[in-house]
């Protein structure tokens, strides 16, 4: 059974508690100093924000860079990408959090070898000094909720209540950098990409209307993780020929051609950017796309964007390349046909001019 639509149908239930829950109480008004967006619409920043906390939280490190480039051309500072990996691993674990730091050091270095210079962003607020740890913690965590936190569960494990408000509200929420709407959108979008935390996706979607975030806001959150819940079904395989493809793309053979079957099947993977060359197949190919958004194109013919769940097939000795995005990655399984022991083939690239026209 595929559970992705019964858990969307939750977050939906949730979103709606926590309008309900809003219209009801009175809300705290945010910190002094946070950015209230008034507008109906994330911003580019927000929903980059969204994206960069989803992949860190599914560990989708294929599509977790293409966000963080988005993210860096949209404005984000480079600490404000900083601090939301590092604040993730308080709701998605250490290994997850130190994973998207490592592809974020990888990104940026790529850019700067692209002659990309990104802007540092302001540095972390000191500790006040008229306050420990836990009573700034304490207070900021007052401040989100709109009331003293407190539980049974906080009674049975008291450790866990001093590390909350020490360490996740006193020194993460309390280092600056980030605005409290933004901590909550990176926040839901983590907790709306896993299974399980409902009750705390439902508690930061009230925390988000607190600090300014409207319910078409949260809405927009959850959309945007639905469309990128994807993960992968099959491991990457190996890294594809650059004789034969443009940027970097993965392909796993499943499947090859034996006596059963006159046909192999492949799992390619094709991070943003990446195609084909074209080329042609003797007795033609199909492709079933799994995950993301990509072109397909015939010689002669407007190209055709494809997307998750997209069935493409390719006639006999028809000319045509297939490829990802250009800020979007694609994964797709190909069943290609032998005749005379040959499955395919490959002639010239697509030229960049070609792919880019694709885009505008």
Request: proline share 4%; net charge neutral.
């Amino acid at each position: 059974m595929n559970s992705k639509p019964f858990k969307f149908l939750v977050l939906g239930a949730l979103l709606v508690c926590a309008v309900n829950f809003a219209d009801a109480t009175e809300t705290n008004p945010p910190k002094q100093g946070d950015t209230i967006v008034n507008s109906e619409n994330l911003s580019q920043k927000q929903q980059s924000m969204a994206l960069i906390a989803s992949f860190t939280a599914t560990g989708d490190r294929m599509n977790l860079k293409v966000a963080l480039n988005d993210g860096l051309n949209a404005g984000l500072s480079i600490n404000e990408i900083k601090e939301i990996l590092v604040q993730m691993y308080a709701y998605t674990g250490f290994p997850r959090s130190l994973n998207a730091l490592d592809a974020f050091m990888t990104t940026l270095e790529e850019r700067k070898q692209k002659g990309i210079k990104d802007r540092a962003g302001k540095a972390p607020l000191l500790l006040p000094k008229d306050k420990s740890k836990l009573e700034l913690g304490m207070q900021i965590q007052t401040e989100l909720i709109g009331a003293p936190v407190k539980g049974a569960i906080y009674d049975f494990a008291p450790t866990i209540d001093i590390f909350l408000k020490e360490h996740l509200f006193g020194d993460i929420f309390g280092r600056g950098i980030l605005d409290y709407q933004s901590r909550e959108i990176a926040t839901i979008a983590a907790l709306a990409s896993l299974d399980g935390v409902e009750s705390q996706l439902r508690g930061h979607l009230r925390i988000g209307q607190n600090v300014g975030l409207t319910p078409a806001q949260e809405e927009q959150i959850l959309a945007l993780v639905k469309r990128d819940d994807g993960k992968a079904i099959f491991p990457k395989g190996e890294k594809a020929a650059a004789d034969y493809f443009t940027g970097t793309a993965w392909v796993n053979h499943l499947a090859s051609r034996d006596e059963t079957g006159n046909f192999s099947v492949d799992d390619v993977i094709f991070e943003a950017g990446s195609r084909n060359h074209w080329h042609t197949h003797p007795t033609g190919q199909t492709l079933l796309v799994t995950e993301g958004e990509g072109w397909y194109q015939e010689w002669g013919k407007a190209a055709r964007k494809i997307v998750k769940g997209d069935t493409v097939v390719i006639p006999a000795n028809v000319k045509h390349w297939h490829g990802a995005a250009a800020k979007r990655g694609m994964t797709h399984i190909a069943i290609t046909g032998f005749r005379d022991g040959t499955a395919v083939t490959w002639l010239e690239p697509v030229t960049d001019a070609q792919y880019s026209n694709l885009e505008k």
